[in-house]
Every structure is written in C-alpha cells, then in structure tokens.
C-alpha cells in the first residue's frame, strides 16, 4: 500500500469531545507523516493505533494553536518514552523558537536529534525530496502565514516492455540505454524509445489545504491531485463570516477541487456550531460530486 492517510483531527478551533483540531498522519510508500499537530493529537494517535515513536517528519501549516499546539506535549511524550531517532519538523518561522524555548525553561535536554526546516516561500517551492517523494509548500491566504502542503511521487522511469526485448533480442547493455531513454538500431533503423519502453505507472498526489480563504491560484499548484483535503469550516450561510476570519466554505473548498481537476476532495475543519455535515457535504457536491466529509479516524488508501 503506498498511501494511507488517517484523519486524527478534523474540526477548527477548539478540541471537543466529537472532533480533535486539525491533524493528520500520512504514510506515503513508508514514509510516515504528521500534517499539523493540534492539542490532544498524542491522545487521537493512541485513539486511532498511530505508533507516533515511528513518526519521522512532522508538518505544520502556520501558528494558529489549533494547528500546533500539540506538538509539545507531543514531543515531551517522545522523549520520556525514550525516543532516540531523529525527527524533523517543517513549519514557518517562529515554530523552532517557541519549542527550544519550552524546553530551555523547562530544563529538558532531549534525548533525540530535532531538525528544523523554516518554511518561506512566495509559490509553489520544493521542500523536501527522497528517492520516491518530493513534498512541496506554497503559501495559502490566511490571517498570518500559512502554508499547504503536496506530497508527489517522484517521476518513474518508463519500463522496458519485455515484448520488445524479445523482438529486437535487445542484450543487456542496451536495456540499460533504453531503460535510460535512448532508442534503439536495428539493421540501420532507428526505434525509437516510446516504442520499446511503457509510461511509467500513475504517479499518486496528495494536497493539504487548511487554513485558507478561497485562493484560486492554490488550484495550479495541485492541478490533478488524487486527493485534495481542503478546509470548509463554514457553510454558505456564514460566508460573510468566512470572509472576516479568511476561511472557506464548503462550496468554495468544492470550487477549488473542481479549479483543480482532483479526483476526490475531503473536506473538514468544521465549526464546532456543525453538529451534523448534512448541510456541508449537500452544498459542495453540488459543485463537486465527489466530495467526503471527514470523520477523526476515517482512513483514505490509494
Ligand atoms: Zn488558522
């Protein structure tokens, strides 16, 4: 399985008893994720067996206490449970001084490596790269600085198709060329390589959208997304609130999908005045069919 992603929190604001705030863990072809860190995230990772010792990368949006405050309880458990391999944390500028400092006034020295990668970028910018996943930011609009998050698969090279080495007898040396995009001679014709190699599988995306009033521009820089989670915390009722606070509404997180061409859109961050999704999931799928509200625990594999 190279993708599943289990949502730990999906309401805004304050943590109740129906919705943890926002977080989420991703495991993305064994890479394994946390995407915002809201208070009382340790407790929903338990909830939804998320072994968070084998947590290697966490990722938080911006400083909105809904969206990080757990991440020093978090750490803490880490720590007193013995943690000894390293994390690295992505967030904007601020994050690292504020966790240092707690643990500067707390007199904790830690007894695992903790990395830090100030996010600061204009547009779409490359954040971090393996061999199999590249990740990268770009800023939404909201009322400080907020960044959503696309997890890619890298590009794949094209597969030899093992017809044509039968065909063409291609020897060793030459799979080796085709596979790395030559063409191939045969009694002085060329073949080219589109014909000796398939495309490479699908490659799977997923885009983070939370917290944001409806930016169109976002919808570029996730275009064909498989899954897209973009925030609705308000109906078209509250639009004007929407506006003052810079959030968005079910249907506008529906417009962006739709902008964007994804495949499946989730929507959350709900206002804790929701007490059913009724009215949400009605006024995005009118826009965009296939559309989800998220539940904390629901589990999404691709
Ligand atoms: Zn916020």
Same mark, same amino acid.
């Given at each position: 399985?190279?993708? +599943?992603?289990?949502?730990?929190?999906?309401?805004?604001?304050?943590? @109740?008893?129906?919705?943890?705030?926002?977080?989420?863990?991703?495991? $993305?072809?064994?890479?394994?994720?946390?995407?915002?860190?809201?208070?009382?995230?340790?407790?929903?990772?338990? =909830?939804?067996?998320?072994?968070?010792?084998?947590?290697?990368?966490?990722?938080?949006? #911006?400083?909105?206490?809904?969206?990080?405050?757990?991440?020093?309880?978090?750490?803490? %458990?880490?720590?007193?449970?013995?943690?000894?391999? &390293?994390?690295?944390?992505?967030?904007?500028?601020?994050? /690292? +001084?504020?966790?240092? $400092?707690?643990?500067?006034?707390? &007199?904790?020295?830690?007894?695992?490596?903790?990395?830090?990668?100030?996010?600061?970028?204009?547009?779409?910018?490359?954040? $971090?790269?393996?061999?199999?996943?590249?990740?990268?930011?770009?800023?939404? !609009?909201?009322?400080? /600085?907020?960044?959503?998050?696309? $997890? =890619?698969?890298?590009? !794949?090279?094209?597969?030899?198709? +093992?017809?044509?080495?039968?065909?063409?007898?291609?020897?060793?040396?030459?799979?080796?060329?085709?596979?790395?995009? %030559?063409?191939?001679?045969?009694?002085?014709?060329?073949?080219?390589?589109?014909?000796? @190699?398939?495309?490479?599988?699908?490659?799977?995306?997923?885009?983070?959208?939370?917290?944001?009033?409806?930016?169109?521009?976002?919808?570029?820089?996730? +275009?064909?997304?498989?899954?897209?989670? #973009?925030?609705?915390?308000? %109906?078209?009722?509250?639009?004007?609130?929407? &506006?003052?606070?810079?959030?968005?509404?079910?249907?506008?997180?529906?417009?962006?999908? !739709?902008?964007?061409?994804?495949?499946?859109?989730?929507?959350?961050?709900?206002?804790?005045?929701?007490?059913?999704?009724?009215?949400? !999931?009605?006024?995005? %799928?009118?826009?965009?069919?296939?559309?989800?509200?998220?539940?904390?625990?629901?589990?999404?594999?691709?």
């Amino acid at each position: 399985m190279p993708f +599943k992603l289990v949502i730990i929190g999906s309401g805004a604001a304050v943590p @109740t008893l129906q919705r943890g705030v926002t977080s989420q863990y991703l495991n $993305f072809n064994e890479r394994r994720i946390l995407i915002d860190c809201g208070e009382g995230t340790q407790l929903q990772l338990r =909830k939804y067996g998320v072994r968070f010792q084998r947590l290697q990368y966490i990722f938080i949006s #911006h400083l909105h206490g809904d969206h990080f405050l757990g991440i020093f309880g978090l750490l803490a %458990s880490m720590n007193l449970l013995g943690r000894t391999q &390293k994390l690295i944390i992505f967030g904007p500028d601020g994050l /690292e +001084k504020m966790i240092r $400092f707690q643990f500067e006034l707390t &007199k904790v020295t830690l007894d695992f490596e903790l990395e830090f990668q100030t996010i600061h970028c204009k547009t779409k910018t490359l954040i $971090f790269e393996d061999r199999v996943l590249e990740i990268f930011a770009f800023p939404l !609009k909201h009322r400080i /600085e907020c960044y959503g998050f696309l $997890f =890619k698969e890298k590009p !794949k090279e094209r597969n030899i198709d +093992k017809d044509q080495i039968e065909k063409y007898a291609i020897s060793l040396a030459e799979i080796w060329a085709v596979k790395n995009g %030559s063409d191939l001679e045969r009694d002085g014709k060329i073949i080219p390589n589109d014909q000796l @190699t398939l495309p490479p599988a699908h490659l799977l995306s997923y885009a983070f959208c939370t917290d944001t009033r409806y930016y169109e521009k976002a919808a570029g820089w996730i +275009k064909g997304a498989d899954l897209l989670y #973009h925030e609705a915390t308000f %109906s078209e009722k509250q639009l004007d609130r929407a &506006k003052a606070t810079h959030h968005s509404t079910a249907a506008q997180a529906a417009a962006l999908a !739709k902008k964007a061409e994804v495949r499946h859109l989730l929507i959350g961050h709900f206002s804790a005045r929701f007490t059913s999704t009724a009215e949400l !999931k009605a006024e995005a %799928s009118a826009v965009f069919e296939n559309t989800t509200c998220v539940e904390d625990g629901d589990e999404f594999v691709l």
